[in-house]
């Protein structure tokens, strides 16, 4: 298989995932969370790329380690969840900088964790993604309605008799486990923004909460697919056209709803004043 048919494979993936993990990271409001973490991830790759081991792999099992800390600092009283997200975004991106600047030598795979290229994934960061996808989708079927039902009622859900740590766990750990496996091809940098802005759009257009995630999944996968063929088409940077793409998709969605609004709001007033 070519470097461009593996990254329109990883990016339709990725476009997939965006419909599950950056549905939740919207509904839940954890974009900034979902930033702290794509950048404190960044020792994991550090050290592995000192070892000379898979930087996947650390980082993964460094994001691992940050969901289990932000859990249990998140229920500390009086810490907030942005709060632990900004201890913890502090913590690891200093001990990356840290580890990096002790080893001048790593270069180019360290830049790649922070940058990262969909024309540069390979097999084995393909098939990742695709046990990714298939986890985050089998653990969203089993755990779909609980999430929502403490999303937007975590009292009532206390009262049912839930523990709201087990749901923010499986949110945290979905998104992880999507934050991780985007790094490859867009990186730290971009890769939230490739996960949430597909979401967001989708939000933007539907007003059914259930047909949020399909639509977010076919904007992400042609928010992917578009900024590629840009990129080779123009020779530019894949990863900065798959981010730009999806923005403009987003600011347009937010247009097109604006003008919408304002056609509807005259034809309501004709309607008052004929009444």
Do not use: K
């Amino acid at each position: 298989m070519s470097y461009f048919a593996l990254a329109a494979l990883e990016l339709v993936l990725l476009g997939l995932i965006s419909g599950l993990a950056g549905t939740l990271i919207v509904l839940r409001r954890r974009s900034f969370f979902a930033v702290a973490l794509s950048h404190a991830t960044f020792p994991g790759g550090v050290v592995f790329a000192i070892a000379g081991w898979n930087l996947l792999l650390g980082q993964a099992l460094f994001a691992l380690v940050l969901v289990l800390m932000m859990t249990l600092l998140s229920r500390i009283p009086g810490q907030g969840r942005q709060v632990t997200s900004g201890v913890v975004l502090s913590f690891g991106f200093a001990l990356g900088a840290l580890l990096a600047s002790l080893n001048p030598g790593l270069g180019v795979p360290v830049e790649a964790l922070l940058v990262g290229s969909p024309l540069g994934v390979t097999v084995g960061d393909v098939t990742a993604t695709a046990v990714v996808l298939v986890v985050v989708l089998a653990v969203l079927v089993l755990s779909w309605r609980r999430i929502l039902f403490h999303t937007f009622d975590p009292v009532g859900y206390a009262a049912a008799g839930y523990r709201a740590w087990s749901v923010e766990f499986v949110v945290t750990a979905v998104v992880a486990a999507a934050v991780v496996v985007a790094m490859p091809a867009v990186g730290a940098i971009l890769g939230v923004a490739v996960l949430i802005g597909p979401a967001a759009t989708a939000r933007v257009l539907v007003s059914r909460l259930e047909w949020i995630p399909p639509v977010a999944a076919v904007i992400g996968i042609a928010g992917g697919l578009v900024g590629l063929w840009i990129s080779r088409e123009f020779g530019v940077a894949a990863g900065g056209s798959v981010g730009l793409v999806i923005t403009a998709m987003f600011l347009l969605a937010l247009g097109v709803r604006a003008c919408l609004q304002r056609t509807r709001r005259p034809s309501a007033q004709n309607f008052a004043t004929v009444e």
